[in-house]
C-alpha cells in the first residue's frame, strides 16, 4: 500500500480537475485513497483532515492537497514531516492572479493582495512538486514564484466520462442557430465581448440566438449592458447542474470558450472548451498559447482575437453558413 495516494482536501468528489488528477496516479498504478473532509469552518475542516490523515498515514507515500487547497498546504507540510511522505500540491490556479490580476477584487497596492501573492508563493515552495494545466501556465508559476520548472508537472484537465457524443441524439438545426455560453461571470470569460457580438447579429442575422448559462461577479452589469444594447437575441439562464450540461452542449450548434483581454486568458484552457470539444460540438474561443498547446485551429475549433467582437460574429455567421 505504499503506493497509495492520499487526496487531502476539502474537494468536490465529481469536479472536473479532482477526477482529471486521480486519473494521472491511477494511469501510474497508484491506488487513490480520499483524505475529504466535508465539515463547516476552517479549525473543523483542519482537524477532521488531521484525524483521517493519522488513519491513512502508514499506508500513503504521496499525499496531493487537492485544488481548492491553497490554505492547506502549511497543514499537510506538517503532517508529511514526520515519516516523511511525499507533498504534492495541485495550484491548478494562482490565488494571486485570480483575485488581483483577473478579477480585480483587490488592489495590487493592498497589504491584503501581498498577502496572497505571499500564499502562492509559500504554498509552491513547501510542495516537493506542484500540479499545473497548461505549458504556458507552468512557465507563469516558474517565473511569479521563482520555481525550478523541473519541480512542475503540467497535467491538462480532462472531461469527465459523460461529456461524450451521443450516438442517439440528433440535433437538427431548427428557426435559430443557437450559440451556448456557460460558466461563471468572471472578467476571464469575456461576456461583454459576447454581448457586443449579439449586438452586431442583430438586425442582419435575426436566426442567431446566444443562450448564456451561469451567474457571479460581473452578471449585474452583463444584465445592465444587455438592457442598454436592447438585445432581444440572448436569453440568459441560472447555472445548470454538471450532469444536464452534455445533453444542453449537443443541442447547441456552436459553443462559445473565453474572451477576456487578460493577462490570465493567455494561459488558461477553460473547462468549457474541453467539455464541448469532448461531445464534438463546435467551439469558438480566443486564439491563446494554451489553447494551441491540445488543439489545432478548424479541427472542432475556431479561434479569433481575445476581445474582438466583430471577429467573433464573423466567426459565427461563418459557421452558420457552412
Known amino acids: 500500500m505504499q503506493s497509495s495516494v492520499l487526496m487531502f482536501g476539502f474537494h468536490d468528489l465529481h469536479a472536473p480537475r479532482h477526477l482529471t488528477v486521480r486519473k494521472h496516479y491511477e494511469r501510474k498504478g497508484k491506488t487513490i485513497v480520499e483524505c475529504r473532509t466535508s465539515r463547516k469552518g476552517f479549525l473543523p475542516k483542519c482537524r477532521d483532515l488531521v484525524r483521517q490523515f493519522r488513519t491513512h498515514r502508514k499506508s500513503c507515500k504521496t499525499v496531493v492537497v487537492t485544488f481548492p487547497g491553497h490554505h492547506l498546504v502549511w497543514l499537510a507540510w506538517l503532517l508529511t514531516r514526520f515519516p516523511r511522505k511525499i ?30 501573492w505571499l500564499t502562492d508563493f509559500v504554498d509552491c515552495h513547501l510542495a516537493d512538486e506542484i500540479l499545473i494545466d497548461t505549458k504556458v501556465h507552468k512557465e507563469y508559476f516558474s517565473r511569479a514564484f521563482r520555481i525550478h520548472p523541473a519541480d512542475i508537472t503540467v497535467v ?30 468572471i472578467p ?3 461576456i461583454d465581448v459576447i454581448l457586443k457580438a449579439a449586438a452586431i447579429l442583430q438586425d442582419k442575422h435575426a436566426r442567431v440566438h446566444f443562450t448564456l448559462i451561469g451567474g457571479g461577479q460581473t452578471y449585474g452589469e452583463m444584465r445592465l449592458l444587455a438592457t442598454e444594447w436592447k438585445l432581444q437575441n440572448v436569453t440568459f439562464k ?45 467551439v469558438i474561443t480566443a486564439d491563446t498559447p494554451a489553447i494551441h498547446e491540445r488543439y489545432k485551429e478548424g479541427q472542432g475549433i475556431y479561434l479569433v482575437p481575445a476581445g474582438d467582437a466583430h471577429a467573433l460574429a464573423g466567426k459565427i455567421v461563418e459557421l452558420q453558413s457552412a
Request: with cysteine; hydrophobic share 40%.
Open 156 to 185: 491538462y484537465l480532462e472531461a469527465p466520462e459523460y461529456f461524450r457524443p451521443d450516438p442517439h441524439h440528433r440535433h437538427m438545426r431548427g428557426e435559430t442557430f443557437e450559440v451556448l455560453f456557460y460558466g461563471s461571470y
Open 87 to 116: 507533498l504534492v500540491f495541485d495550484a491548478f490556479i494562482s490565488a494571486y492572479d485570480t483575485l488581483v490580476t483577473d478579477r480585480k477584487k483587490v488592489h495590487p497596492g493592498n497589504p491584503v493582495a501581498w498577502c496572497i
Open 238 to 282: 441560472p447555472f445548470a447542474p454538471l450532469k444536464d450540461l452534455p445533453t444542453i452542449i449537443r443541442d447547441a450548434d456552436v459553443t462559445l470558450g473565453i474572451f477576456g483581454t487578460g493577462e490570465k486568458t493567455k494561459r488558461v484552457i477553460p473547462h468549457k472548451v474541453i467539455e464541448c470539444m469532448a461531445c464534438r460540438v463546435p
Open 188 to 190: 476571464l470569460q469575456g
